[in-house]
């Protein structure tokens, strides 16, 4: 019996089907389950890791992280995290008890890490001012912690995350440039601002301006009658006219400011939180297109 010839094409589909009975396809990875502390932090974690990571953020936008209390919910989130990221220099003073709760195994990774910290006056003793992000340049080494972590638990990513982190790197440096051009164009002595509460110390540090604030390190810190006073003596002795509200800040106090010297309420600042999608700061670069103008407006008003 002579049997029929194998076409070509049967021949083709019969070398795929032991090739993949051979080698069958490997599986594609589930992306890693990132988790940010809060939304200024998880947005540059959203920029850096784009579509390669599964990101939650446990105080999303306009939320106040200073006195954000965990629920049974947040910890089972972090029981199932590959990475949580947080701030560190002690913003998170919740955090080891819902680490604990959790039983976590995720690597805990702070992204200011390498950041040359202030120090701030809060209740008397001398503490870390968490608040670095305010300065772009520590804003670089935040970028620069998430890729290498990110990186580092995923490897096959790397080269999605370098991309990902140099683009946002050069947003930031152009950022910084504007900046420092938008307050320069200042005089010196009417770079002065009163906010709610001491957010802003690296910005003024690194921008050259002096923030002024009835508050201390925590949002929910309330300002003795002393603290007004004198605060309000200094601004009416250095006719200072830019007062601000920050986006998840308390207004009784700067109202009371307002209403004592005559100085006229600004727009609203974001300092330690994002706002919604679709809002005036959504991202961390819209929090300082924000600001910056504000700010510089405000200032034009001290005499």
Do not use: C
Not at 130 to 149: K, M, S, T
């Amino acid at each position: 019996m002579i049997l029929p010839e194998t076409t070509p094409m049967k021949r083709l589909f019969g070398v795929l089907a032991l090739l993949l009975a051979l080698f069958p396809a490997p599986a594609f990875a589930a992306p890693l389950k990132v988790v940010a502390t809060f939304s200024v932090l998880g947005d540059m974690v959203r920029q850096v890791g784009g579509d390669r990571i599964d990101l939650t953020v446990l105080v999303g936008p306009d939320g106040d992280a200073h006195t954000f209390e965990p629920s049974p919910a947040d910890a089972r989130l972090l029981a199932s995290a590959d990475l949580l990221f947080l701030n560190g220099l002690g913003f998170e003073p919740w955090l080891a008890k819902l680490a604990a709760a959790s039983g976590t195994q995720a690597r805990f990774v702070a992204a200011s890490d390498g950041v040359e910290p202030l120090s701030m006056n809060e209740g008397g003793a001398t503490v870390p001012d968490p608040h670095a992000w305010q300065d772009l340049a520590n804003g670089a080494i935040y970028v620069r912690n998430i890729e290498a972590a990110l990186a580092s638990a995923a490897p096959a990513d790397a080269k999605a995350f370098h991309e990902n982190a140099a683009h946002l790197l050069r947003e930031l440096a152009d950022l910084d440039k504007w900046t420092r051009a938008e307050i320069a164009a200042l005089p010196e002595p009417s770079r002065k601002i009163i906010t709610t509460h001491n957010a802003f110390g690296y910005f003024g540090a690194a921008y050259g301006i002096a923030f002024l604030a009835p508050e201390g390190l925590s949002t929910d810190a309330e300002p003795s009658a002393r603290t007004l006073a004198r605060l309000i003596d200094q601004i009416k002795r250095e006719h200072i006219r830019a007062l601000f509200i920050e986006n998840m800040s308390d207004p009784r106090f700067i109202r009371m400011i307002s209403a004592e010297t005559g100085a006229s309420l600004g727009g609203k600042l974001y300092s330690d939180a994002l706002s919604k999608p679709g809002g005036a700061a959504p991202t961390y670069q819209a929090m300082f297109r924000n600001n910056v103008p504000q700010l510089v407006a405000a200032m034009r008003q001290n005499r």
